[in-house]
């Protein structure tokens, strides 16, 4: 499998990468990870993309590009793997089109983490907060000044790719401000439905996953009575009854009333039939 995750800084891509790494058995690239250990290393490139990282700016597009080119090559990449904060801007997402054509491997899909731009701010506080306090080394450009230039340039150079991959028909866009498991749900169910997972070997996360079930069921409630109803057998049989009743009884029900009146005397029926059960335990405790 192998995915994009696009979104702006603080936006949780490097959290649900790692997720993800967990999950599927596939690598993270990261961008902005290589570079910070080129950096560390002094490497030529470390050098080059030093001062362009602190100040919040874009390392050279033939960098990153060749960078990630590499690193696809590396075995561990064969399995599949999450590019997080690559491609960056549209020359990038060109490039890599060609790369990925060249090395005959397909693009599965481009994960956008939509943020409330104002809950970004916080979210880098708190991460650089969580860094120090397990005494990390934090990050030169998570400052609010280097953190709003690098929001800028989301927006004008990265945003674009939102565009680039929707006309390609690999977008999928998920709320990123819901809490990091709902999200993690929310990007396996959007690669369930395109294919890019066996819903086998993830059958728990696959069985939440069923919206389309759902809808099913809702639309059978105004047929059947709701489950619950099955558990004394007398009370299913009256609560099928009275939903029968009760959808012949309305005039020109619409789907919506002749729910709600099924649920209504399947609910009464289902009392109906719990109020006998208690009787008949009480009748047979006073015999007793
Ligand atoms: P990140 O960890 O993804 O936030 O990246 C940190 C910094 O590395 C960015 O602010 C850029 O300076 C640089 N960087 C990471 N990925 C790229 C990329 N694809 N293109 C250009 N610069 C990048």
């Given amino acids: 499998m192998r995915i994009i995750l696009l979104g702006p800084p603080g936006s949780g891509k490097g959290t649900q990468a790692q997720l993800l790494v967990q999950r599927y058995g596939i690598v993270q690239l990261s961008t902005g990870e290589m570079l910070r250990a080129a950096v560390a290393a002094g490497t030529p490139v470390g050098l080059k993309a030093k001062e362009i990282m602190a100040s919040g ?27 997080d904060g690559f491609p960056r801007t549209v020359p990038q997402a060109e490039a890599l089109d060609e790369l990925l054509k060249r090395k005959h491997l397909k693009l599965d899909a481009v994960i956008e983490l939509r943020v409330n731009e104002s809950a970004l701010l916080s979210r880098v506080e708190t991460r650089v907060a969580q860094m120090r306090e397990r005494g990390e080394e934090v990050r030169l450009d998570d400052t609010p000044e280097v953190l709003t230039k690098r929001l800028a340039s989301y927006r004008s150079q990265t945003e674009p790719l939102i565009h680039y991959y929707s006309e390609r028909r690999k977008l999928s866009t998920i709320d990123g401000m819901m809490a990091i498991d709902e999200v993690t749900r929310a990007i396996h169910r959007q690669l369930l439905a395109l294919g890019a997972v066996e819903p086998k070997t993830h059958a728990r996360s696959a069985a939440k996953a069923a919206p389309a079930k759902k809808a099913k069921a809702g639309k059978k409630l105004a047929k059947t009575p709701p489950k619950a109803a099955k558990k004394p057998a007398k009370s299913a049989k009256t609560a099928k009854k009275a939903t029968k009743k009760a ?42």
């Fill in 247 to 288: 959808a012949k009884g309305a005039k020109k029900p619409t789907k919506k009333t002749a729910k709600k009146a099924a649920q209504k005397t399947a609910k009464k029926a289902l009392k109906k039939g719990a109020k006998k059960a208690a009787k008949k335990v009480t009748k047979k405790r006073t015999k007793r």
């Fill in 57 to 83: 700016g874009l390392v050279p597009d033939d960098v990153v590009v060749g960078i990630i080119s590499d690193r696809i090559d590396q075995p561990d990449a064969k399995n599949g793997f999450i590019l």
